[in-house]
């Protein structure tokens, strides 16, 4: 089955400088690939999303590029702020039907102010 | 995207009985949902995969006899975990998917957290 690689499982940064995070999985048919922000408690909120047909989305502060040859996507989130602290979640959507989401281990991400 | 309620937020109970967790689609019919389980500092864990009028599948490892899911409606999927233990504490998430397609999102419940003592 599908599995999902994440680091680093934790990131600490400046207010203002940017933070990457990067994830590889396994299985060459999964075709969608979501970020999920959760944090304390709450539930996991999506972010951006990228399908297998794209190589690069942008969303204000925040993108992510995928490689599908090497099977690895990326977050970046440029001028970070304080409220870009919480736990960062990649994730890919596999299975028959493209049913089943499989997640990271999650990247707790620190912004220092 | 699709508005998803969990009741309850928390639950606290004794080691040996039973407690049902409801997941609401509120403003989308929903025929598939999935139950997630999240253990302190760790990722999310697909449990079981919720389709109406049919039965779950169960992701491997997931004892179906004593997590029970019953999707009755298009609405409303329910998680009751039996015989709780407290290696069963857990924050319990449930999602829906909008659409049929695999690039479709998933919108996630807003959990619930239970502690078995």
């Known amino acids: 089955g599908e599995n999902v690689e994440q680091h680093p499982s934790t990131l600490s940064v400046q207010e203002g400088d940017s933070a990457v995070i990067k994830c590889t999985y396994s299985?060459?048919?999964?075709?969608?690939f979501p970020w999920y922000k959760q944090e304390l408690g709450k539930r996991p909120q999506l972010i951006i999303d990228?399908?297998?047909?794209?190589g690069e989305k942008k969303d204000q502060r925040i993108a992510v590029t995928l490689n599908k040859t090497a099977k690895h996507f990326s977050l970046h989130i440029t001028e970070t702020q304080p409220e870009d602290s919480a736990v960062y979640f990649c994730?890919?959507?596999?299975?028959?039907?493209?049913?089943?989401?499989?997640f990271g281990a999650g990247t707790i991400l620190r912004v220092k102010s | 995207g699709a508005v998803v309620s969990q009741h309850p937020s928390w639950v606290i109970c004794k080691s040996g009985t039973s407690v049902k967790i409801e997941c609401r689609s509120l403003?989308?019919?929903?025929?598939?949902m999935f139950w997630y389980r999240q253990f302190p500092k760790q990722s999310l864990m697909l449990m079981a995969t919720?389709?109406?009028?049919?039965?779950?599948?169960?992701e491997q490892g997931v004892e179906k006899d004593k997590f029970l899911i019953n999707h009755a409606s298009l609405t409303l999927s329910t998680l009751t975990v039996t015989s709780a233990h407290p290696e069963d504490s857990s924050f319990y998430i449930c999602?829906?998917?909008?659409?049929?397609?695999?690039?479709?999102?998933?919108?996630f419940g807003p959990g619930t957290r239970l502690t078995v003592l």
């Open positions: 994730a890919a959507k596999t299975g028959e039907y493209g049913n089943k989401l499989v």
């Open positions: 990228i399908r297998s047909n794209v």
């Open positions: 919720s389709n109406e009028g049919s039965k779950a599948t169960y």
């Open positions: 999602s829906v998917r909008v659409g049929k397609s695999s690039y479709n999102e998933q919108f």
């Open positions: 403003d989308f019919q929903a025929t598939t």
């Open positions: 299985d060459s048919a999964s075709n969608y």
